[in-house]
């Protein structure tokens, strides 16, 4: 069996899709690395992993690499990039099935949630 994990990341300053965002997701009671890629120009990524690398709490963290997106776009800011890296912290109540996590982002904050 597998879960289909899927994500669309969107740009918050202008609303568009945020292409080319690495992201990863791993187990959070061991940091075993479940898989790691990049948004699509669609700002979209999709990842079947097997049920049995899933620790068995559910428990797993996707990291956001912000920063790197934001850099070298010309974004008006009172102040500087501060956030690094996003980390949204879940809890899966099945090891299979299909979640999806869409997230809006911008440069200093995040907003995400859970959608079938």
Same mark, same amino acid.
């Given at each position: 069996?597998?879960?289909?994990?899927?994500?669309h990341?969107?740009?918050?300053?202008d609303?568009?899709?945020?292409?080319?965002?690495g992201?990863?997701l791993c187990?959070?009671?061991?940091g075993?690395?479940?898989?790691?890629?990049?948004?699509?120009?669609g700002?979209r990524?999709q990842?079947?992993? @097997?049920?049995e690398?899933?620790?068995?709490?559910?428990?797993?963290e #996707?990291?956001?690499? $912000?920063?790197?997106f +934001?850099?070298?776009?010309?974004?008006?800011?009172?102040?500087?990039?501060?956030?690094?890296?996003?980390?949204?912290?879940?809890?899966? @109540?099945?090891?299979?099935?299909?979640?999806?996590?869409?997230?809006m #982002?911008?440069?200093? $904050?995040?907003?995400? +949630?859970?959608?079938?």
């Amino acid at each position: 069996m597998t879960l289909k994990f899927t994500t669309h990341v969107l740009n918050g300053t202008d609303g568009t899709h945020a292409a080319g965002v690495g992201l990863s997701l791993c187990n959070r009671c061991d940091g075993t690395l479940l898989f790691s890629g990049v948004t699509d120009a669609g700002g979209r990524l999709q990842a079947e992993i @097997p049920t049995e690398a899933i620790a068995d709490d559910g428990a797993l963290e #996707l990291v956001i690499r $912000s920063r790197a997106f +934001w850099e070298g776009r010309n974004i008006p800011r009172s102040g500087p990039q501060i956030v690094d890296e996003v980390a949204v912290r879940i809890t899966l @109540p099945e090891r299979s099935g299909h979640y999806h996590l869409p997230v809006m #982002l911008s440069p200093n $904050s995040f907003s995400g +949630w859970w959608s079938s």
